[in-house]
């Protein structure tokens, strides 16, 4: 396994390994909650970069078996993906913009509010993590080789099973606000407003929403020149 292939197993490990398993309530007894958040912010960071600087030596080298193809995407999955993509984008950003009961360092805050679900996140409790799962998605429908499919398909899971356990913690922490907070949102996008237990509410996104669709649309008409694969083949 290559440079990359460490880099982004060591990256899902610490998210899936440690920040959802007990070993992460054993790291903060010893380090404590601010620490623990700092180093592994940190980390993780690290790794990131790690990760994108050993995805572009792959993509320079046209012999690395990483390029190979395992499948060919249809041409009619094309204009689906970009769309997903582009909504998962919009989506994250809003989600960092919008603080909530399962944002870090929110969470007793935004629980101590009369209404903690607002925004976005009357749609999911996590539109960060879902935002993530549907970039990774879109890029899978579009994209066979074998990097692709390590990377956006290993996001994917890890966010959604992320998602998961920022709902147990959550739960650990604040069983009665939590529980509250849950009987008026879903994991699930949009579940919790089909249900009835909740109502959209575009106000509220506001301009959290713009601005994710504004980083949405530049990273669209940028991505040619970034990472060498237009999304409109007109554009640089």
Known sequence: ????????????????????????????????????????????????VWMIVALGAVRADPFDPLNEALWAPPAWLRW???????????????GVATPGPTSAGFEKRALAQAEPARGIHR????????????????????????????????????????????????????PVGFAGYEDVTSNVPFMAITQGRNRLRLGEIGWRGLAGLA?????????????????????P
């Open 1 to 48: 396994m290559g440079s990359f292939g460490w880099a982004l197993a060591a990256f899902v490990l610490i998210h899936i390994g440690v920040s959802a398993t007990g070993a992460r309530a054993a790291l903060v007894g010893r380090l404590g909650e601010g620490l623990y958040r700092g180093l592994f912010s940190l980390i993780s960071l690290a790794l990131l």
């Open 80 to 94: 689906p993906g970009v769309i997903v993509a582009f909504v998962g984008v919009a989506m994250a950003v809003t």
């Open 123 to 174: 749609i999911t409790r996590h539109p960060f993590l879902w935002g993530v799962a549907l970039w990774g998605a879109g890029h899978l429908m579009v994209n066979g080789e074998r990097f692709a499919l390590m990377l956006f398909g290993a996001l994917t899971l890890m966010v959604i099973l992320g998602s998961r356990s920022i709902d147990r913690k959550g739960r650990a922490r604040d």
């Open 215 to 235: 980083v949405a649309l530049m990273l669209a008409m940028a991505h040619g020149r970034l990472f060498g694969a237009p999304v409109i083949s007109t554009w």
